[in-house]
């Protein structure tokens, strides 16, 4: 019985001892054969840590190794920088750049060289540069795809006068710069057409995915200048790189007559493209529209025609990222499939891919080439040309179509935001050797510059304009009322909140409201499909409000930092309580779950603040995800969190005393028993009903009110089938942290937690 219980045990340690043995005896007879052939008699072993030693050096200097070794410093970089420039209100785009400009000779090769000879040695430099052009490729894939063709036609008019100036203008007035630096900064044998051609389209672009987003975050997207600007962005989008690829054409031909040839293969590409391959797309797009997926021999397909394509216009000469431009503009005009590719090709190219790009670029800035004071002024020449072509002429042709002031300028504004998109121009023209790196350095800082400066120069706007802009609906309160908000991340967790808000308010519709709110985040969000998105997040929340009866208002915002916006929300607006849901972790309490939490120290540089702080301790034994954390230490509303465990009702409450402040407890309790009739079961583990006057009070009244309501246990009462009648534990946050620290082990079933935070 015994070795039938162990067999499969047995059988596999004899199979494996023995081939290994046998395995071992082979291989020692093909030595003395290999000795044999070779003349040789059998010699001492090297020494084994030397010969590990140079081995692992030789790895380390293997290009796959230091390009593996270059992906993790870059990404790491990227994501501390950009992290710091969402903190203080700016595009995360700013920061990724300035990772790049870091990594590069302006800061790490300048301090510390023999690092940057190590991890960026110039042999690897063309792998990083190619890997990044396929991070390009597939970004510039996104775009065409982000773009609302259907805008364009709406506001075409306007759209067209407004976007038309904003190119022309800085087009000009960068050519015009151009004719002035040409003899001191123009590369040597490039003919002033070409540098001038490529100074003012590099004055003209503006970074259409930064403004988009910009937009959504500051909520006007729904608003009529929302409308007209993303309009406005996508025209001038379509138009500078239809623009750019003629320049390149100029640039590789050597003179205008020239590049016509290259012109007519762009034009015939681009007739292609739209005749034969976007119908054969539609028809594809018409049949998996309805689905949820779609199947890989289809992706192959889409992924395929973007490869051709870039490949089509690399070798027509007007560069591979207008390939992928082109085959994301005429993918199928249906949000769902769309949406399908874009979450498969962006956080690749986005997380990646991009931040590639961005150090390929800061290995080629040189700040230290601007070097003195006339060399600093060009540069400020370059900013201001820039900033008047793109932010007056846009402003001016918006006032003239019939804009107010504010909003023109908030137009003019938002199109000089320049980004990544300005970046892309210039490592062409550095490629091409239009510009010299001194140029090429001065107009990465007037990137830097122009986006930068569009945040502060909204709020000033703002500010100036201070009760002059467009009225937004705002809700009219009611300090008699018991105000609830409830933030939801998805459908279950939403539905949970609303039906806990719901049993705390059930007999009191009249005096009480409850506003259902959903963020998301901006990087994930394109304005093509803001709308269905919305609908789609908040309908299964309304069905829910219907079934229970629920007059529900909602919130749906855009931010790049969604845990600072609820709780800028909530200490705003006069809640009375903000509920939140989170679910408990699979990975709590594994080796990988510590692993887990090693690793988002480091990402999340909140996590590394917040230790610092000595603040991360009172959520080290609890469930909370980094959002929750983070929600909890920046809200001042009264906050209650849902750890849900498939939450229905609350029929049967459980409520452990632990401390004096637990006091505020007892509001939910007489909340859920006037609302819902609940049994209340009231744990006293440290004494404090017998020892507190004030719990003891507040007890007391509850007994003689709701006798048949609250029931006093002892610790005796704790078992597994206690438990699993109970549908809510209602506890402090205090008394959580305090459970967790001394590892009480409560066999908790099915029940749901809903901790209180005053």
């Known amino acids: 019985m015994v070795l039938k219980k162990y067999k499969n045990t047995l059988f596999y340690l004899g199979v494996t001892g023995v081939f290994s043995v046998l395995i071992y005896w082979i291989i020692g007879q093909g030595k003395l054969l290999e000795l044999k052939k070779a003349n040789l008699v059998a010699h001492p072993a090297n020494n084994s840590l030397t010969d590990f030693v140079n081995s692992m050096l030789h790895n380390l200097q293997d290009p796959l190794a230091i390009l593996l070794a270059q992906i993790v410093m870059i990404i790491l970089v990227a994501r501390i920088f950009g992290w710091f420039f969402k903190k203080i209100g700016q595009p995360t785009v700013i920061g990724e750049i300035i990772a790049g400009i870091v990594l590069g000779p302006s800061l790490v090769g300048m301090y510390f060289p023999d690092f940057s000879a190590a991890l960026f040695p110039a042999a690897s430099l063309g792998n990083l540069k190619f890997l990044s052009q396929i ?4 970004f510039m894939f ?7 063709v259907k805008v364009l036609k709406n506001k075409a008019s306007e759209a067209i006068v407004i976007s038309h100036a904003s190119i022309i203008i800085p087009f000009a007035m960068g050519i015009g710069l151009s004719y002035l630096v040409y003899n001191q900064f123009a590369p040597q044998g490039v003919e002033f057409l070409s540098f001038s051609l490529f100074m003012g389209i590099a004055m003209s672009i503006t970074a259409f995915p930064v403004l988009a987003r910009i937009v959504q975050e500051r909520g006007i997207h729904k608003t009529r200048l929302g409308a007209i600007v993303i309009t406005c962005a996508a025209a001038d ?3 500078a790189w239809c623009l750019l690829a003629v320049v390149i054409a100029i640039v590789k031909a050597g003179d205008f007559v020239g590049s016509l040839y290259v012109i007519s293969l762009a034009f015939l590409y681009v007739l292609a493209m739209l005749f034969i391959v976007k119908p054969f797309l539609k028809r594809i797009g018409d049949l998996y ?8 021999p289809v992706m192959a397909i889409f992924f395929l025609l973007l490869i051709i394509s870039s490949y089509a216009t690399e070798v027509i000469g007007i560069h591979a990222l207008f390939g992928g431009f082109m085959m994301g503009a005429i993918m199928p005009d249906i949000a769902k499939f769309r949406m399908i590719f874009i979450e498969k090709v962006e956080d690749v190219s986005v997380i990646l ?29 370059i900013i201001a040309v820039a900033v008047v072509g793109k932010f007056l002429g846009s402003a001016l042709a918006a006032r003239f179509v019939g804009q107010n002031w504010h909003d023109s300028l908030t137009i003019g504004a938002l199109m000089n935001t320049r980004g990544l998109m300005e970046l892309i121009v210039l490592n062409i023209g550095l490629e091409l050797k239009v510009l ?15 986006t930068f400066m569009t945040g502060p120069a909204l709020d000033l706007l703002d500010l100036i304009f201070k009760g002059k802009r467009e009225s937004e609906h705002v809700e009219i309160l009611d300090e008699s009322k018991y105000r609830i908000l409830i933030s939801f991340g998805n459908n279950e967790k939403g539905k949970a909140l609303l039906r806990l808000a719901n049993g705390l308010t059930k007999k009191q519709k009249k005096t009480s409201v409850i506003t259902a709110m959903h963020l998301s985040q901006s990087d994930e969000l394109h304005s093509f499909n803001m ?6 997040t908040f309908e299964p929340i309304f069905d829910e409000s219907d079934h229970l009866g629920v007059k529900l208002l909602s919130v749906f915002k855009v931010t790049n930092d969604i845990e600072t916006e609820i709780a800028e929300v909530a200490n705003n607006g006069d809640y009375d309580l903000l509920l939140v849901g989170v679910g408990k972790s699979i990975f709590e309490g594994s080796l990988l779950g510590k692993v887990i939490g090693f690793t988002t120290r480091i990402i999340n540089p909140d996590r590394l603040i917040d230790k610092f702080k000595g603040k991360e301790g009172l959520f080290e034994n609890s469930p909370f995800d980094e959002r929750t954390r983070q929600i909890v230490a920046k809200t001042k509303t009264p906050l209650g969190i849902l750890i849900d465990n498939d939450f229905e009702t609350l029929n049967h409450v459980f409520v452990p005393i632990l401390k004096s402040d637990d006091a505020v407890l007892i509001d939910y309790v007489q909340k859920m028993i006037f609302n819902n009739n609940s049994k209340i079961n009231i744990l006293d583990m440290n004494g404090i009903l017998k020892n507190n006057f004030v719990m003891q009070s507040a007890v007391s009244v509850l007994l003689q009110k709701f006798p048949n309501n609250i029931n006093i246990i002892s610790d005796k009462e704790l078992n597994a089938a206690f438990f699993k009648q109970q549908d809510l534990i209602l506890i402090s946050l205090e008394s959580w942290k305090s459970i967790a620290d001394a590892n009480v082990n409560w066999p908790l079933g099915n029940s749901s937690v809903l901790i209180i935070r005053e």
């Open 135 to 138: 991070g390009l490729i597939l």
């Open 142 to 148: 996104v775009i065409g795809m982000e773009l609302d």
């Open 237 to 239: 989008d379509i138009t």
């Open 289 to 296: 529209a309805e689905k949820e997926n779609i199947g890989k």
């Open 353 to 381: 891919l991009l931040p590639l790009f961005f150090v390929f670029t800061g290995l080629n800035t040189q700040v230290g080439l601007i070097n003195d004071a006339y060399l600093w002024k060009v540069t400020a020449g």
């Open 436 to 450: 010299t790196p001194e140029v090429f350095t001065m107009m990465v800082i007037m990137a830097l510059v122009t």
């Open 531 to 536: 709308e269905e998105i919305e609908r789609e």
